[in-house]
């Protein structure tokens, strides 16, 4: 008992965050991160499309019907590798870190399970996106839903997410399974 004296007060320093406390990231914001994001993925895949001479046959029209496929799966896992840590621990690719936004459920504004995220929000239209002819008419189709009332793309709507301003993920819960 006499211990008990010389101990630290407790407070509980994690706060929930409320619906009504985030902010939804600026479109502008959302633009400039997506940009960001791109130019690392470049730098990343970029070699091994040069060595595997794909950059070649899509200069001269020499493509397989499947090769954009493979190359859409093959960008899933450099996303993967370059994001997937602080993806599952900030809900923030590194162009997001750069502009201060972040992926939250649209429901609860907690953090996004990693699967979800790869899965349901990324490999969706990064597939579509890649269908000979449609593709880049549904890729422009899901980043111009950004111009709604409620900012979300459409694999934000398929996902469940939203993005919003950075929120320190100590404040945040984890929604779902992880």
């Given at each position: 008992m006499q211990d008990?004296?010389?101990?630290?007060?407790?407070?509980?320093?994690?706060?929930?965050?409320e619906p009504g406390q985030v902010e939804l990231a600026s479109r502008w914001r959302r633009l400039f991160g997506a940009i960001l994001d791109a130019i690392i993925l470049y730098f990343v895949i970029l070699p091994f499309m040069f060595s595997t001479g794909y950059l070649?046959?899509?200069?001269?029209?020499?493509?397989?019907?499947?090769?954009?496929?493979?190359?859409?799966?093959?960008?899933?896992?450099?996303?993967?590798?370059?994001?997937?840590?602080?993806?599952?621990?900030?809900?923030?690719?590194?162009?997001?870190?750069?502009?201060?936004?972040?992926?939250?459920?649209a429901t609860g504004h907690q953090l996004v399970p990693l699967w979800k995220i790869l899965l349901l929000r990324w490999l969706?239209?990064?597939?579509?996106?890649?269908?000979?002819?449609?593709?880049?008419?549904?890729?422009?189709?899901?980043?111009?839903?950004?111009?709604?009332?409620?900012?979300?793309?459409?694999?934000?709507?398929i996902a469940g997410t939203i993005v919003i301003d950075y929120i320190a993920p100590e404040n945040l819960t984890r929604a779902g399974p992880a």
């Open positions: 008990e004296i010389y101990r630290p007060p407790e407070a509980d320093l994690v706060r929930p965050v070649e046959r899509a200069m001269e029209n020499q493509m397989t019907t499947t090769e954009p496929l493979y190359w859409a799966l093959a960008g899933l896992v450099a996303y993967f590798l370059v994001n997937g840590y602080t993806l599952h621990t900030r809900g923030q690719t590194l162009g997001k870190m750069m502009v201060a936004t972040q992926i939250v459920s969706p239209i990064s597939i579509l996106s890649s269908v000979p002819f449609i593709g880049p008419l549904l890729g422009l189709i899901n980043v111009l839903m950004i111009f709604a009332n409620d900012k979300r793309c459409g694999h934000d709507h």
